[in-house]
C-alpha cells in the first residue's frame, strides 16, 4: 500500500508538467544556443498556470540548462543567492 501512495503522491507532484504551455511548444525556444534569444520561451512563460510550479521544481533540482518558470539559469542562480 505505501509503494502505491508514493507512486500516486509522484504523480501529482508531475502533473504540472502536462499542463505546462511549453509542453505544446517548440522545446528548442526553452533551451537556445549560448547567446541565443530567450524572448520566445519567456513570452510562453507569462502565461502559463503553472510557471510557479516549474519555477519551483527548477530550483529544487538545480536545473542548469534552459528556461525555467520564466527564468534563465543566471537569473535563477541570482534569485537564489539572494534568498540565502
Avoid at 16 to 37: H, I, M, N, V
Avoid at 75 to 80: F, G
Amino acid at each position: 500500500m505505501r509503494e502505491l501512495f508514493l507512486v500516486e503522491a509522484e504523480s501529482e507532484e508531475l502533473g504540472w508538467q502536462e499542463r505546462a504551455l511549453c509542453a505544446q511548444t517548440d522545446p528548442e525556444a526553452f533551451f537556445p544556443e549560448k547567446g541565443g534569444s530567450t524572448r520566445e520561451a519567456k513570452k510562453v512563460c507569462q502565461t502559463c498556470e503553472v510557471r510557479i510550479e516549474c519555477l519551483e521544481a527548477a530550483l529544487s533540482n538545480d536545473e542548469r540548462f534552459g528556461i525555467w518558470g520564466g527564468l534563465s539559469e543566471r537569473e535563477r542562480r541570482k534569485l537564489k543567492k539572494r534568498a540565502v
